[in-house]
């Protein structure tokens, strides 16, 4: 038995956090066995962060595939029930601020409610809504508003008008990221009560 | 939410290496090296197989002291009925070749 390096320290608390409660005593197992590995020992460790993740997803698939799906949930249900042009970015681009002002609060209700019920019911919402939401969903939208070339947006003669969708991208994220935090604080919240308890 | 589905090859591995010795506590590595799996794979397999209740396990005491307590494995009748069933199945452990 050896002194676990740093990396393989790191791992298997990554484990440890992505799994749940009931799979702790499976984690600690395969962790007392990462000191006992004398070659690829880094391997067994990542094969451990693997494993809790397999288990995660076998237990909570459908959690986990409404975190992950949850930005582009906001999108096409804000699309389906008041037009694109409800949308944040939609009625900036459009430059309709009455619409926007109308539409705000449905929009806003939708996003929140959906970025609290991810990271409420799902402690790796928060995680999966903030690569989701802050940077492959952001990049998708800009992808498609400036019909595939991003930097056009950056072109000396473009209008300051032209950054208004990336505006509204980040307020719909920001938004929905908002209900993520309050999820966020009241799982917490929760946990620490049944823990003092 | 749990899925009820036909034993994967590696599951079968897996319990062949435990029925080579019913009646001994195997460790993970142990039965790691046994099957040639790696650990992503292993516990996963270790943690389904538990919950349907093909294999038993507990922790136990270390033999050296100052040593943590290890978990062990052992198979159960249900697991060694379900490879028992499986038989069609050509399972052989890397290391041994022992055919179940």
Redesign the interface.
């Known amino acids: 038995?050896t002194q676990l390096s740093l990396i393989e320290v790191i791992l298997l608390r990554l484990s440890n956090w992505i799994s749940e409660p009931a799979?702790r005593?499976?984690i600690?197992?395969?962790a007392?066995?990462t000191?006992?590995?004398r070659t690829n020992r880094l391997?067994?460790?990542?094969?451990?962060?693997?494993?809790a993740i397999?288990?995660k997803w076998?237990?909570?698939?459908?959690r986990l595939l409404l975190a992950m799906a949850s930005p582009l949930l906001v999108v096409v249900l804000n699309a389906l029930t008041f037009g694109f042009a409800a949308t944040f970015a939609g009625g900036l681009l459009r430059q309709e601020l009455f619409l926007l002002i109308v539409m705000l609060t449905p929009v806003f209700c939708v996003a929140v409610l959906i970025g609290f019920v991810a990271v409420h019911q799902f402690p790796l919402g928060s995680t999966i809504i903030a690569a989701t939401g802050n940077v492959l969903f952001p990049l998708m939208m800009y992808w498609i508003l400036t019909s595939g070339n991003p930097v056009a947006l950056l072109h000396s003669e473009a209008s300051w008008l032209s950054l208004t969708p990336v505006l509204g991208i980040t307020a719909q994220t920001f938004v929905l990221a908002s209900g993520a935090y309050i999820g966020r604080r009241l799982r917490k919240l929760n946990w620490t009560s049944a823990k003092s308890t | 939410m749990k899925r009820k589905r036909k034993p994967s090859r590696q599951t079968l591995l897996v319990l062949s290496a435990l029925a080579a010795r019913p009646n001994d506590w195997l460790y993970g590595l142990e039965i790691a090296q046994l099957t040639e799996l790696k650990s992503g794979s292993l516990y996963p397999i270790l943690i389904r197989c538990s919950e349907r209740g093909l294999l038993e396990s507990q922790w136990l005491e270390p033999i050296v002291q100052g040593r943590p307590p290890r978990h062990a494995y052992r198979i159960l009748p249900l697991g060694a009925d379900l490879l028992a069933q499986s038989h069609r199945q050509i399972v052989r452990l890397p290391d041994q070749g022992l055919p179940t």
């Open positions: 038995m799979d005593d499976w600690a197992a395969m007392v066995e000191t006992e590995v391997d067994w460790a990542a094969g451990c962060l693997l494993a397999r288990t076998e237990n909570q698939w459908p």
